[in-house]
């Protein structure tokens, strides 16, 4: 099991491009879910999908958008990168709804 | 918003001492976990107890709850250099209907084990 994976691991972009970052898991989670972490701060959720074809907004959504491609794969995208959504990106999972599964984080800085 | 946050911000102990972390948060909750986070890693589970719950114990991790003073508190005894890592709090927000759990993650206490 590769259990929650992260695609890419680094990324530099330049304001106003686009990129999409991939999330899958195989650990038959239900419910899936993408944060940003900023320095000094704990995670701040940024969408999260329940379960297959659904998605929802969290704390922190604007200029983000996802797609819950199937019940493995949740992509966040960044239409148009701005320097305020530099940070590191996680993805995690959950099966029973007590516990999430993290993936590794996506650097992520836009200049 | 921020709902758990965590005493102290950072804390520096020898290997072999107990450090303990608490976190205070504002709302009624279902549950509580605790995740620590190695540096540039994905945040790793630790313990989870539920609102029904005063005290758990897992390995050298225990962890109270003390719901009338909305806080939990993270012991870790006999701590070891590997120990070193930042520790999260984080509180449930039931999404109703759907058995999704929104956690709200504190901003961690820092724990330096000095060999």
């Known amino acids: 099991n590769a259990g929650v994976t992260q695609t890419p691991k680094f990324q530099v972009l330049k304001t106003g491009q686009s990129m999409t970052l991939q999330c899958a898991q195989d650990m038959n989670h239900n419910s899936m879910y993408w944060y940003r972490q900023d320095p000094g701060m704990g995670l701040r959720l940024i969408y999260y999908?329940?379960?297959?074809?659904?998605?929802d907004k969290g704390e922190v959504p604007n200029g983000y958008n996802v797609s819950r491609l199937n019940k493995r794969e949740f992509s966040l995208r960044l239409e148009s990168a701005a320097p305020s959504q530099t940070s590191v990106y996680f993805c995690a999972g959950d099966r029973d709804a007590d516990t999430q599964y993290f993936g590794p984080g996506t650097r992520l800085t836009v200049l | 918003s921020q709902q758990g946050e965590e005493d102290p911000q950072a804390l520096s102990i020898q290997e072999g001492e107990n450090a303990t972390m608490n976190c205070s948060y504002k709302?009624?909750?279902?549950?509580l976990q605790w995740y620590r986070q190695n540096s540039g890693r994905g945040l790793v589970h630790l313990i989870l107890?539920?609102?029904?719950?005063r005290e758990k114990h897992s390995g050298r991790l225990r962890v109270t709850l003390d719901t009338s003073k909305k806080s939990s508190s993270l012991l870790i005894t006999a701590s070891r250099a590997a120990d070193t890592a930042s520790y999260f709090c984080?509180?449930?927000?039931?999404?109703?209907?759907?058995?999704?759990?929104?956690?709200?993650f504190g901003k961690g206490t820092k724990l330096s084990v000095i060999p």
């Open positions: 999908s329940a379960s297959e074809g659904t998605t």
């Open positions: 984080a509180t449930d927000d039931m999404y109703s209907g759907a058995g999704s759990y929104q956690l709200t």
């Open positions: 709302t009624s909750i279902n549950n």
């Open positions: 107890i539920r609102s029904n719950e």
